[in-house]
């Protein structure tokens, strides 16, 4: 199988930004939706945001105006952008697929899980 992979992870200070890009095979993303999970130290997996096929969108609270998920279909990519970045948004980010149409924070929906990416928000 091909794998779900992050990139764009890093370092950052409080009110900065990043970009975390995920790419699988066409198989896995053709038609289903894409989302991204994250886990901090010492602290359960929590689901950050999540976009359909048709680009129907799904937030976390805490990330609602600050992240941006976004896909290109032609290029087998979803993207995050993250904005606006917290210490409290340290954690190691996710790329979830496969989940059919469902759109939300269900773990157990998505098949396919990437390696993570770790962010660090800290001055």
């Not at 975390?20 to 886990?39: D, E, I, K």
């Not at 697929?97 to 899980?113: F, I, K, L, N």
């Amino acid at each position: 199988q091909v794998p779900v992979v992050e990139s764009g992870g890093g370092s950052v200070q409080p009110g900065g930004s990043l970009r975390l890009s995920c790419t699988t095979s066409r198989r896995t993303f053709s038609r289903n939706a894409v989302g991204w999970f994250r886990q901090a130290p010492g602290k359960e997996r929590e689901f950050v945001a999540a976009i359909s096929w048709g680009a129907n969108t799904r937030y976390a609270d805490s990330v609602k105006g600050r992240f941006t998920i976004s896909r290109d279909n032609a290029k087998n990519t979803g993207y995050l952008q993250m904005d606006s970045l917290k210490p409290e948004d340290t954690a190691v980010y996710y790329c979830v697929a496969d989940a059919g149409g469902y759109v939300g924070p269900a773990r157990y929906h998505y098949e396919r899980w990437g390696q993570g990416t770790q962010v660090t928000v800290s001055s």
